[in-house]
Nanobody
Framework: QVQLVESGGGSVQSGGSLRLSCEVS????????MGWFRQAPGKERERVAF???????IYADSVKGRFIISQDNAKNTLYLQMNSLKPEDTATYFC?????????????????WGQGTQVTVSS
């Protein structure tokens, strides 16, 4: 059974940093797409950052230059380093994995999801 468990969320002031972790169990195929979505209250789920099967990193324009996605295959863990946080980054962040080499454009194609971790950025 595949499980994704996020951790590392919390509250931080504007300009601060947080690092999210997503521990994966049940499969360890680094060729699959993995990444992060976020959802704020009353808003649609938003793509944040992804790593596809050949290690290419993809970022939403809203986080480019501030967030860094990485993975440690030995630890089966995906990370999201979030720097220069803004109040508009406040959301529940979800780790997700798709059984596809290249990351799909739609959340509907992601097969596995974590339970989410809350990030709150105050001004």
């Amino acid at each position: 059974q595949v499980q994704l468990v996020e951790s590392g969320g919390g509250s931080v002031q504007s300009g601060g940093s947080l690092r999210l972790s997503c521990e994966v169990s049940g499969y360890t195929d680094s060729r699959y797409c993995m990444g992060w979505f976020r959802q704020a209250p009353g808003k649609e789920r938003e793509r944040v950052a992804f790593i596809d099967g050949d290690g290419r990193r993809i970022y939403a324009d809203s986080v480019k230059g501030r967030f860094i996605i990485s993975q440690d295959n030995a630890k089966n863990t995906l990370y999201l380093q979030m720097n220069s946080l803004k109040p508009e980054d406040t959301a529940t962040y979800f780790c997700a994995a798709a059984r596809m080499y290249y990351c799909p454009g739609s959340a509907n194609f992601f097969n596995y999801w974590g339970q989410g971790t809350q990030v709150t950025v105050s001004s």
